[in-house]
């Protein structure tokens, strides 16, 4: 085995974020775009011998190709030697991206459990580059070299679901429309930008990520902060029974904002708030809770959020854009 072959766990490469897509000169200028998938990140190994073993590497270091059985069983379509970056999505019988319940299957350890999710909601790993073949790190290779390399293990080997290749572009009009259109598909929440000259450089954040946003709105159900200075909302809309649910949290908020939403915020009566006792995080994925202080749920913010949420929770906080003292809560898109 070569001392240099790449061996569980490698950091994978990350991406900082920013508003928009750069401008059409700087699209032009030597980059390629991807879409950004609302997955698990995953690289995947396959052994330096014939039906050896596959593992999957979750961002962390963890390995959890034993959630995944139905990955590892169509592992026999790929070539030994292997080093993939990719991310790991699951599906619905309806063939709907659901991260609930990709999140459910990376949780489980229980054999009849993963066997159950697994017949449920059967697993895709969409590759997006190519770190190793044939036993031979490909870091250093500028990312369309590893991109062309990628595309012809695909046609090579004839690879079929779960094995998927992710779709990359170098013209601009496509990207921004991908941007706008694809990503109300649940599962693709924007668009990652690559150098084409760039090597791959484990942890280092040299891709840029462009999310999608939407602007709605929500109830301000909670504040982080004081009622006179608050510093976080915390969000929710009614359901179909006319209970206040749980949606998102928001960053923090302007100081004009929580001047102007200060002067409005009463308490919430003593057990009349249905969310009293309830816990809340700024978060998926963040475990501290929040201090929070129930209000009347009487006020509507305008927000912006990206479009990852899991069973209608933004995952990540969202914006505020301003205070809707025109809008009755009952104008509220429902939860």
């Known amino acids: 085995m070569s001392p240099d072959r790449l061996r569980p766990p490698v950091e994978p490469m990350l991406a900082q974020a920013r508003p928009t897509l750069p401008g059409p000169g700087g699209l032009r200028r030597g980059v390629a775009m991807e879409l950004k998938w609302d997955g698990f990140r995953a690289l995947l190994f396959t052994a330096g011998r014939p039906g050896g073993a596959m593992v999957l590497q979750t961002r962390k270091g963890t390995l959890i190709q034993d959630r995944f059985p139905d990955l590892v069983a169509a592992a026999g379509q790929l070539p030994t030697g292997l080093v ?5 999505l699951a599906l619905t019988g309806e063939g709907v991206m659901d991260f609930g319940a990709l999140q459910r299957r990376a949780a489980s350890s229980v054999p009849q459990k993963v066997q159950a999710l697994t017949k449920a909601f059967p697993a895709y790993y969409v590759a997006f580059d190519l770190l190793q073949v044939e036993g031979r790190p490909t870091l250093a290779e500028p990312y369309e070299v590893r991109r062309a390399r990628l595309e ?3 046609a090579d080997h004839a690879l079929t679901p779960p094995w998927t290749l992710c779709p990359s572009t170098r013209d601009p009009e496509l990207a921004q429309e991908w941007l706008e259109t694809w990503t109300r ?3 693709i929440e924007g668009v990652v930008v690559k150098g084409l000259q760039q090597p791959y450089r484990p942890g280092a954040r040299d891709w840029l990520k462009v999310r999608a946003r939407e602007t709605t ?5 909670a504040v982080t902060g004081t009622l006179g200075r608050p510093r976080r909302l915390v969000l929710g809309r009614y359901d179909a029974a006319g209970r206040l649910r749980h949606v998102g949290t928001t960053t923090e908020i302007s100081p004009a904002a929580a001047q102007q939403l200060g002067d409005r915020l009463t308490t919430a009566a003593a057990g009349a708030h249905p969310w009293e006792g309830a816990r809340f995080t700024a978060g998926w994925g963040t475990r501290a ?3 929070t202080r129930m209000v009347t749920p009487d006020q509507v913010a305008e927000i912006s959020g990206d479009t990852a949420r899991d069973r209608g929770v933004w995952r990540h906080p969202v914006r505020l854009v301003r205070l809707r003292l025109d809008m009755p809560v009952e104008d509220v898109p429902a939860f």
């Open 217 to 221: 709105e929500a109830v301000v159900g």
């Open 152 to 154: 012809a293990l695909f």
């Open 84 to 88: 993939l970056d990719g991310e790991l």
């Open 289 to 291: 809770a929040l201090d």
């Open 185 to 187: 598909t649940p599962g």
